[in-house]
């Protein structure tokens, strides 16, 4: 009655006693084991967020009582601390949760949901009820929601469970499907409805699976990407076998790892190395590439098994250089702050941020790549040159230049591919081997010559072989792979998209 | 004409008879290693276990370059995956090896090798069934590269592929056996492969005169390989290898169906390579799956590309001058051997195309 | 020897749209010695690329005697009877002309058949008589690579010979000839005649005049005009789009 009476003293004065009422309860943890416990709770309901590290501090016995009978936090060894029993210990725990719960910070907000969750108690409910009233951050709405399905279905009530498992089976994750598996043996009575919960949570996560499975494949399949295209533009446009291909790759992430190094001092331009690497990986190998070519493939044109072993004898110094002057062991390279972390999308589904960049930036390569050939002047000649180098020789192109250009075009979108390979793997002297094989088997399921052949076959080879990983373990996954496109050759010997008749536009 | 040696290059007239010279006088030598080995070590021609055991090696790798210089020199396939057919003979033998360990593993199981009883195998996988027989295990060291050539031929030939795509496809070959054969659960030993090999038809093998004999085994294989290529090549079939090489279709205008003499020379090569490594594995008594990597392969094309290809003399010429230069050179400068390998590479193809045996040719033609 | 009849019905071959032969009906007779002329682009190579199996029809028939050829391989095809001379000179330059005849000699194509095969003093003295024939007796043991252009065509011609096929495709034989060996190579094919049916495909009309025999023109890759050679001067359809000015 008095406690009522008081109660509604304070709802009528609320400004004005709000500080006198959190004042209050902080004495009541000076008192008694029974006075601790209430003002605990008090101190809970008001949702005062100074009281959050006194609760914290009473419950780790960093509390100390000072002369006047309040309490204040223990300085050094000051004191003697704050005694609590279980009793206290249960009502903190309560207390501290819902402080939580209200705590202005995000992380914590969804800590202390998590905290509920696994506690899994029903006094929990009106608690995480008016919480997600108030809970405006949506990932930390869900784990909420799924706190508060938990706690229902632990509740006595099977009404409060039954909406528990609806919440459950919407949410559908694997915890709440393992929660869901527990109460179904632990409540026989409510197992038609747990059923079908679990088949709608496996639903779920199955299309889950699929869009991840989708999204690594495509990430793969970027990578592929971009490092078939400047094999695209060399072999499929030229006709050259760059073997050394492989080793471009690997100098645009060695580039990256140089631009890296030398910013590192320069506060300003630090965070911006990794843009700043693609437009000197691709000069870098550029130049190598035109080097590569007036000094030595030139020679060999007309003869491409003489220009695979060369170039493959090529990029064995190449690589034996890097190691001598940067050593056998991998480099790191950093991620900036912007590509960094998980992207959640609904349904729980997980995206890396550094992948979808990839992604990006393979496509906004290839977007370039094909504006370059089809909408510049290079592009033309390059054209011209491919379909008939006497004739384009005659009206004036200079094919040796266009060759170097070309050359150099290719090597130096490896190089940027580099750039992206340096975020996923490891930089390493023999970085490029393991793409060599990967870019040819693309190129050769495309289509030799067609752009869009590359980006599709790029893409099917990534998802393919992301598709059979889980069963097959990726190592058969790729000999599978192999296979499949050596199978697929004999049905199409040109590709995916193979160049038919006199047209020969690439 | 009938008299050269090579129908992929032509010799200047008297050029035949002092490579033929050269060669008897080559294989001589290395006859006599063996015996000079058994001479006491302070003698001048005494000759020690390393240069035996390494001439051995090289005369392995002169088998496998023969079986390359058949396939490219001649018929214009480049197989950059000849390599997985000499590793495929060498794993055939190597496990008629491990069978013939019996219980004097580390383990001491009767049937199992030991990686086996390590991985918890309770017993012998199918794969293994019919290996503890040294005629079996022979033949299938010959078999089994010959059946894989035929599959990855078939496809590759009737459907077109050739040139940088075929080589390319053999790439990946051995590429995708490497990575199978790297793994455990194949039960061929993973990463370690096999190896302490404990006897060979009764004979037990770390001791100087078993090394000898397969030294001599190796030796005679590759007289033998060495003829019957010479024979193979000298007959029209040769001279048909050739027309494939220069110009497929005309040939098949003319009647010849190329996709069965392209697969016939193919599979022949493949088997050369088997037998080639069937001989490698008792020698350096190891064989893992390293020996599948891509680089082995292409290292071997660049032997007979350096030494002459189409000529076959030229394949031993490479093969035991660059495999020479690079005992040689990573013994004292291992970093440099990685450039003059690449140097070689670039330097064959560009300055010397027809390789260090072309240098006695007729300057005729391209 | 009795050859067989090539017969062309209905033939179209479509590339990406472009049709390269439309509608092409074609008869020659065992035995009989045809001149197919055409411009650019009206479908002559193409028409031998179905026959000899390189190009399969989009639709029609082509058979020869009673084999359909659309449906067999360029081996088969030429082991049927039907041997080509393409355009640009291919004879294999490695090999000495007696080892391309010996190469085109008719005898048994397998990978073993040719492993043990012996050069018998029949086979000999065809590919002697052959090289006669196209006037390369001596240069026997040369390599083919350092013949002459014109050399080069009659080597081409021979190894047909030496397939003794009953039909013979011969696209462009003079292309490039001087006038001595133009007619050296009208001979040459005006004596293969007769005993085995020969299409000629050409540009030069002195060329064609000089085989005397019956002439088809092509254009659009369809049959324009057939008859002789004065006939399809006259025709005004053949002036117009292939002779006139």
Same mark, same amino acid.
């Given at each position: 009655m008095l406690r009522s009476l008081l109660v509604l003293l304070l709802l009528l004065a609320a400004p004005a006693r709000a500080q006198d009422a959190f004042t209050d309860a902080l004495r009541g943890l000076g008192g008694n084991f029974q006075s601790q416990a209430e003002a605990v709770e008090k101190l809970g309901a008001l949702g005062?967020?100074?009281a959050l590290p006194l609760l914290q501090a009473l419950a780790e016995g960093r509390l100390v009582k000072t002369a006047d009978g309040t309490v204040q936090l223990r300085e050094g060894d000051a004191g003697e601390p704050v005694r609590i029993n279980n009793r206290v210990r249960v009502a903190l725990r309560g207390a501290l949760g819902r402080l939580q719960l209200l705590s202005p910070v995000e992380a914590e907000r969804a800590a202390a949901a998590d905290g509920l969750f696994r506690s899994r108690s029903p006094e929990n409910i009106p608690l995480l009820e008016d919480a997600l009233g108030r809970e405006s951050s949506p990932a930390v709405r869900e784990r909420m929601a799924l706190a508060l399905a938990a706690s229902r279905l632990a509740a006595p009530q099977e009404g409060v469970k039954r909406q528990g498992i609806l919440v459950l089976a919407e949410g559908g994750s694997a915890v709440a499907r393992g929660l869901l598996l527990e109460a179904r043996a632990a409540h026989p009575a409510l197992a038609p409805e747990i059923d079908a919960a679990i088949a709608a949570i496996d639903r779920r996560l199955m299309l889950k699976t699929a869009a991840e499975t989708a999204f690594q494949g495509l990430s793969l399949g970027s990578v592929l990407l971009l490092a078939a295209l400047g094999l695209a533009v060399t072999f499929g446009v030229m006709g050259v076998i760059n073997m050394a291909h492989g080793e471009m790759v690997m100098l645009g992430a060695y580039t990256t790892v140089m631009v890296q190094e030398a910013l590192r001092g320069i506060p300003a331009l630090a965070p911006l190395s990794l843009p700043l690497s693609v437009p000197a990986a691709f000069l870098v190998t550029a130049a190598v590439g035109v080097a590569l070519e007036r000094g030595l493939i030139r020679h060999l044109y007309g003869r491409p098994l003489e220009t695979l072993l060369m170039t493959f004898g090529v990029g064995m110094i190449i690589q034996q250089a890097v190691r001598l002057i940067f050593g056998a062991q991998n480099r790191e390279v950093l991620s900036p702050a912007w590509m960094q972390g998980t992207l959640s999308l609904p349904g729980g589904i997980e995206i890396t941020q550094n992948r979808l960049w990839i992604i990006l930036f393979a496509l906004a390569v290839l977007g370039i790549t094909i504006a370059a050939i089809r909408f510049t002047r290079f592009g033309l000649e390059m054209r011209a040159v491919v379909q008939n180098r006497r004739i384009a020789a005659t009206m004036g192109i200079r094919t040796g230049r266009v060759d170097a250009m070309t050359f150099a075009f290719g090597s130096g979108i490896a190089g940027m591919a580099g750039v992206a390979v340096s975020q996923i793997d490891n930089v390493s002297p023999n970085l490029g081997t393991g793409y060599i094989i990967d870019s040819f088997m693309v190129v050769v399921f495309g289509g030799v010559g067609s752009l869009a052949g590359t980006m599709i076959g790029a893409f099917t080879l990534g998802i393919v072989n992301k598709m059979l990983e889980p069963w097959a373990g990726a190592v058969l996954a790729k000999i599978a792979v192999l296979v499949g496109i050596m199978l697929f050759i004999q049905r199409r010997p040109k590709g995916l998209f193979a160049l038919k008749g006199r047209a020969a536009e690439p | 004409m009938s008299a050269t040696i090579s129908m992929g290059q032509r010799l200047r007239p008297g050029s035949a008879t002092i490579l033929r010279g050269i060669l008897l006088a080559g294989l001589a030598i290395l006859a006599m290693l063996p015996v000079l080995n058994r001479l006491p070590p302070e003698s001048a021609l005494y000759v020690s276990d390393f240069v035996v055991s390494v001439s051995g090696k090289w005369i392995c790798y002169a088998i496998l370059a023969l079986a390359i210089d058949l396939a490219w020199g001649?018929?214009?396939?480049?197989?950059? $995956?000849h390599g997985a057919f000499f590793a495929l003979g060498g794993y055939a033998i190597g496990m008629h090896l491990m069978r013939m360990i019996g219980p004097r593993g580390v383990y001491g199981h009767p049937v199992l090798p030991d990686f086996m009883v390590f991985l918890g195998y309770t017993e012998l996988p199918w794969?293994?069934? $019919?290996?503890?027989?040294f005629p079996f295990a022979f033949a299938m060291a010959l078999v089994v590269p010959g059946l894989l050539a035929g599959v990855v031929g078939y496809l590759a030939f009737r459907s077109r592929i050739t040139g940088v795509y075929l080589s390319i496809i053999t790439q990946a070959m051995t590429y995708a056996l490497m990575l199978a054969f790297f793994r455990n659960d194949m039960g061929f030993g993973g990463n370690n492969g096999f190896t302490d090999f404990k006897e060979l038809l009764g004979m037990p093998l770390n001791t100087s005169g078993a090394r000898a004999l397969l030294f001599y085994a190796a030796l005679i294989a590759l007289g033998g390989a060495l003829l019957l290529c010479a024979h193979l090549t000298r007959s029209k079939l040769g001279r048909v290898l050739v027309a494939v090489r220069d110009a497929e279709s005309r040939v098949r205008f003319l009647g010849y169906d190329t996709v069965r003499v392209k697969l016939t020379v193919f599979v022949l090569s493949a088997m050369l390579a088997g037998l080639a490594g069937a001989l490698y594995t008792p020698l350096v008594g190891i064989i893992n799956?390293?020996?599948?990597?891509p680089g082995n392969s292409i290292e071997a094309v660049v032997w007979v590309a350096v030494g002459g290809r189409g000529t076959l003399v030229g394949a031993l010429v490479g093969a035991f001058s660059v495999n020479a230069i690079k005992t040689w050179l990573t013994s004292f400068a291992p970093d440099l051997w990685l450039f003059v390998l690449g140097g070689l590479f670039v330097a064959v193809t560009l300055f010397l195309p027809r390789g260090i045996v072309g240098l006695l040719h007729k300057g005729d033609g391209k | 020897m009795k050859g067989a009849r090539l017969y062309l019905d209905g033939v179209s071959v479509v590339f990406d749209g472009f049709r390269a032969l439309n509608n092409l009906s074609l008869i020659v007779e065992p035995g009989e010695l045809r001149a197919i002329i055409g411009p650019n682009g009206a479908g002559k190579t193409t028409m031998m690329d179905i026959i000899t199996g390189k190009t399969r029809p989009t639709a029609g028939t082509v058979t020869f005697g009673e084999r359909d050829l659309t449906k067999l391989d360029e081996a088969t095809i030429a082991n049927l009877g039907i041997g080509r001379k393409f355009q640009k000179p291919t004879v294999f330059d490695a090999l000495t002309v007696f080892e391309n005849l010996e190469l085109a000699l008719k005898a048994p194509r397998d990978p073993w058949s040719c492993l043990r095969w012996v050069l018998g003093q029949e086979a000999r003295k065809k590919i002697e008589a052959t090289l006669e024939e196209i006037g390369l007796a001596e240069r026997a043991q040369d390599r083919a690579a350092i013949l002459s252009h014109g050399q080069r065509q009659w080597l081409e011609i021979g190894m047909l010979l030496m397939q003794e096929p009953q039909l013979l495709l011969v696209d462009e034989p003079v292309a490039g000839m001087t006038d001595q060996e133009t007619e050296h190579t009208a001979g040459l094919l005006r004596r293969i005649a007769g005993t085995r049916s020969v299409v000629v495909v050409e540009h030069d009309l002195e060329f064609v005049r000089a085989l005397g025999e019956k002439v088809t023109v092509l254009c659009e890759g369809a049959v324009l005009s057939e008859g002789s050679i004065d006939h399809v001067q006259n025709d005004p359809r053949v002036i117009e789009v292939y002779l006139g000015r």
């Open positions: 005062d967020p100074r | 001649y018929a214009g396939i480049l197989s950059l $995956g794969t293994w069934w $019919g290996f503890s027989s799956p390293g020996e599948f990597s | -």
